[in-house]
């Protein structure tokens, strides 16, 4: 900023918005003042230090070279929580929200206290909210990476809810335990070959392992459901999110299961499956 002009809240805003978008400055600008968004709004003329106005144009820049909001701010909302994220997690996504919704639908009518198995659990958004959501519940969350279960077990802490989920490492499944009534997952499943097609947000930014799942992005599922298989109850049910164009070839892959059925997200694309154990 030119050195006579007052260092307000409008003047910033106005400086910063200049390399992105207004909205992600005043996001970035309420997190630099722990204050919520609509306070700006309501004070253009507040006085920021030198410090706050440098931090904004510190995250400005960072956010125009492509990094993600929410790993500038540190949160992200998800099902009502609000979730610690790291580079170290995938940023939750509204469409994920789809699955927990299918999972608690499925689970409130049942008569007893259900095992929840979550698989590849990331920042812990759907095990959260699934504990959140369904209090009797017993849940495990997994995931093979040990910094993405850090930061799950973070926001487990932070939220009261890490005496109701216990996390482990572990690729997939855990190697053993009593039968599970619900396994749910989001996992990798973006097409290798699809890479040069994603946004920069998330091709340079977000970690690889919970984006890429080989060639077609089937490789996981190819594990995933012959596993479950085995470690469901009978009846159980398999609550999966799924990729784009992806509907087909998990209709073969489910060969054998019951009752299934996809759910559409906001864009009407097919994003969940959920099949129940024979």
Known sequence: MLEHERMTVHNILLEASTQIARRDAELLLAHILREPRTWLLAHPEAELTAQQAAALLALTQRRAAGEPLQYLTGIQEFYGLTLRVTP????????????????????????????????????????????????????????????????????????????????????????SGDPFDVIASNPPYIPSLDAPTLQREVLDHEPHTALFAGPDGLDIYRRLIPAARIALRESGLLALEIGFGQRVALTHLLTGWNNIRFLNDYADIPRVVLAERP
């Open 88 to 175: 170290a997690v995938l940023i939750p996504r509204p469409e994920t929200e789809h699955l927990v919704e299918a999972v608690l639908a499925w689970a409130q009518p049942q008569l007893k206290p259900l095992r929840l198995l979550d698989i590849g659990t990331g920042s812990g958004a759907i095990a959260l909210a699934l504990a959140a959501n369904e209090p009797s519940a017993e849940i495990l969350a997994t995931d093979i990476s040990l910094d993405a279960l850090e930061v799950a077990r973070d926001n487990a802490l932070r939220l009261g809810l890490a005496d109701r989920i216990r996390f482990l490492q572990s690729d997939l499944l855990p190697p």
